[in-house]
């Protein structure tokens, strides 16, 4: 597994990680087994690096992931959690003495005296240009309540706003073959600045791993069920806000580039994990697995070789042929 410098948190992760919004059960039902069968087949694999959010399963995959560190103590991992979606979506509660309450939760969920990384979740835009904001997370590292902070953002103009702020270590985004746009700007400024990019939704919520069809079907508490018109969240979250039909024909395609354009050995999931760890400026990708195999294929991916200009080639035709008019112009 290669690995890379987390941003100005100077942290050195995995350049795969694991998301762990699946083992909250928002993805469908997920037992505490097998929760951590997920969490010991990652680490097995090389992976070091786990992001969370209090909001998953309501703290649940916060206290797995924090009862599985507390067993792994010199494994080196380094976990991030994120915050504010526990109440009403204005900025006016984006306070440091609410960042305080969150982030006890959080440290109560992890069993962390000084979080290693904490974000903001999707905040309304206006609060990523709030001064008061980042004075209050400002106050949180400075009193130890966590080590580092970051923005978690559905837009490429609030991850720019987030990245000109000078404490601002991280900045996590959606970005994968069906989501180019933050390759444009996002991230050669975070490059210049230092700040390390989180690759989230990799595989937009699975279509690239070519698995689907048209008759797929997901189960009623899944959210590629219930938002995929962004009922729930934003709708950039559930198959990246691609249209599903037109997704899965764009995957087809896509798991045809994986089989002509590599040299190497990959699943089409692999080789979209691997495509975007690679992307300068990205520090890790977040997949997620609700399986041992499915994670120990995704962690493979971060030790594949460099996919060269014919496969990147080959991602923005299918991007620009079938994608850019649905994804371009919202995020």
């Known amino acids: 597994m290669e690995k890379q410098v987390l941003g100005r948190t100077g942290r050195l992760v995995s350049v795969v990680g694991l998301g762990t919004w699946q083992l909250g059960a928002d993805w469908g039902s997920?037992?505490?087994d097998q929760a951590r069968a997920v969490l010991d087949a990652s680490l097995e694999s090389?992976?070091?690096f786990f992001d969370t959010a209090d909001v998953y399963g309501d703290g649940r995959s916060e206290q797995a992931v924090g009862a599985f560190r507390a067993d792994h103590a010199n494994a080196g991992i380094t976990v991030a959690t994120k915050m504010g979606r526990r109440m009403d979506q204005v900025p006016e509660n984006y306070v440091l003495e609410n960042f305080r309450k969150w982030t006890d939760r959080s440290r109560r969920n992890l069993g962390m005296e000084t979080?290693?990384?904490v974000q903001l979740h999707c905040p309304p835009t206006a609060v990523y240009s709030s001064d008061e904001v980042y004075d209050a997370l400002d106050t949180l590292v400075e009193?130890?309540?966590?080590?580092?902070?970051?923005?978690?953002?559905e837009t490429v103009d609030e991850a720019l706003t987030a990245i000109a702020?000078?404490?601002v270590a991280t900045v996590q985004i959606i970005l994968n073959a069906f989501r180019l746009k933050p390759l444009d700007e996002v991230l050669p400024a975070a490059s210049e600045a230092g700040v390390g990019i989180i690759a989230r939704v990799p595989l937009a919520s699975g279509l690239l791993s070519g698995r689907y069809t048209h008759e797929t079907t997901f189960a009623d508490d899944d959210h590629r069920t219930f938002n995929r018109k962004g009922e729930a969240f934003d709708v950039g979250e559930t198959f990246s806000g691609v249209p599903f039909d037109v997704g899965v024909d764009a995957a087809a395609r896509f798991t045809?580039?994986?089989g002509t354009a590599l040299n190497q050995e990959l699943t089409p999931a692999q080789a979209a994990i691997a495509w975007v760890w690679q992307r300068a400026g990205v520090s890790t990708v977040i997949p997620g697995a609700r399986s041992p195999e499915q994670a120990r294929l995704n962690a493979a991916a971060g030790s594949a070789q460099v996919l060269g200009p014919l496969f990147t080639s080959g991602v923005r035709e299918i991007y620009d042929d079938s994608i850019k008019e649905h994804v371009q112009d919202k995020w």
């Open 143 to 153: 009193e130890g309540v966590t080590a580092a902070y970051g923005v978690s953002v």
């Open 165 to 167: 702020r000078p404490g």
């Open 115 to 117: 979080l290693d990384l």
């Open 46 to 48: 090389g992976v070091t």
């Open 30 to 32: 997920v037992t505490d």
């Open 256 to 258: 045809e580039l994986a």
